[in-house]
């Protein structure tokens, strides 16, 4: 079912609007016995990359683009890291739309660039960061009839808040919620959709030691990370995310690659569960931060680890070598 079908009470969308969806949203929600062992809290594993798109962009995205679509719009734009721009071209191509993506050259995971491009949109590569990328689409949208689907878009926020419903009619209740910030949209809709329903676990934002804003308190002007879904250093949602921080009791905090790497591989080895980089600041903050008195921990895994197979082939085993002979291979399956 959509989401907005499914949520349409709590979404600003009647029963005659457009619905532009791929049946986004509904993702499992799973025990992490062995996270849980290390943190000495109960974990549980909101697997977002189980979207259409691998990722939770769709749940904004599927707000964003039925809501251009009821605007008119012939087209959508956005700047993204990867994520936005594979959803907001699959959900274009759904819809019939153009999709124009804008994104830093050399810098966006090969999985997330083979979608945009595959779903047809013009994909952009621009010789900058995000940053400027999104600063550039702003003044775009203001001068063409075109929708700008960055999480700038109120509509976007909407549809990710609805996270927060599913993690509660499956918990009941949780104390605390672990989160990958970037731009800082999903922290704000998480902490909006979970005060919607009278909700309020401490948000747990965790950034990339080299893009950094919210715990250093400044722009970073170079923000550099092996989590390129995060590598943000202007987030948008800079005061809302701290609103969510305050209001919550929570915090935001800098986890280093390596702690994210860790995280990574614990979960991938560990878990089963293969996520993207970024994803596993959540898991990797929870570790190095600890729950504070929190007893029972969401962590969100963001996106897929499909998305960036060249850093996961980077930090996984090598492929053993075999001659095709019976012994070789018996040696090669059985010694360590
Ligand atoms: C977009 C994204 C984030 C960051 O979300 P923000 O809303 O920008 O804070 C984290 N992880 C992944 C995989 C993403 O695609």
Redesign the pocket.
């Known amino acids: 079912m959509s989401l907005i079908e499914r949520y349409r009470d709590r979404l600003p969308f009647g029963p005659e609007d457009p619905v532009v969806t791929l049946h986004e949203g509904s993702t499992p929600l799973v025990p992490a016995p062995r996270v849980s062992e290390r943190a000495g809290v109960e974990v549980w594993l909101k697997l ?1 990359g189980a979207n259409p798109t691998g ?3 769709d749940r904004g995205m599927t707000c964003a683009v039925s809501a251009a679509v009821r605007e008119g719009a012939r087209a959508v734009i956005c700047a993204s ?4 721009a594979a959803s907001a071209a699959a959900y274009a191509a759904r819809a019939g739309l153009t999709g124009a993506v804008i994104v830093p050259e050399g810098k966006i995971a090969t999985g997330k660039l083979a979608q945009a491009l595959v779903h047809g949109a013009r994909v952009i590569a621009l010789r900058s960061n995000f940053d400027r990328a999104l600063e550039l689409v702003r003044e775009l949208a203001d001068r063409h009839p075109i929708a700008l689907v960055n ?1 700038v878009n109120a509509l976007r926020l909407e549809g ?1 808040k609805t996270a927060a419903f599913e993690v509660l009619d499956e918990l009941g209740e949780i104390d605390a919620l672990a ?11 998480y902490w909006k959709g979970f005060q919607e329903v009278g909700a309020a676990p401490r948000m747990l934002g965790f950034q990339a030691e080299g893009a950094a804003p919210l715990v250093h308190g400044a722009p970073v002007e170079h923000p550099e990370t092996v ?1 390129s ?2 590598r ?1 250093g202007n ?1 948008a ?1 800079w005061e809302e ?1 701290m609103g969510a921080v305050v209001g919550s009791s929570g915090a935001i905090r800098a986890v280093s690659d390596g702690e994210i790497l860790a995280a990574w591989r614990l979960l991938s080895a560990g878990e089963g569960v293969f ?2 980089p ?2 596993a ?1 959540s898991v990797a903050g929870l570790l190095r931060h600890g729950p504070g008195e929190a007893r029972r921990v969401v962590c969100v895994l ?2 897929h680890g499909l ?1 960036d197979p060249q850093t996961a082939l980077d930090h996984a085993g090598a492929v053993v070598p075999c001659a095709p002979e019976f012994d070789a291979l018996e040696a090669a399956v059985l010694e360590s």
């Open positions: 977002e990722s939770f962009k890291t990867g994520n936005t999480s990710q989160i990958p910030v970037g731009n800082a949209g999903n922290v704000t809709a989590a879904a995060i943000i987030p949602r995310a996520c993207e970024a994803s600041a963001t996106g998305k």
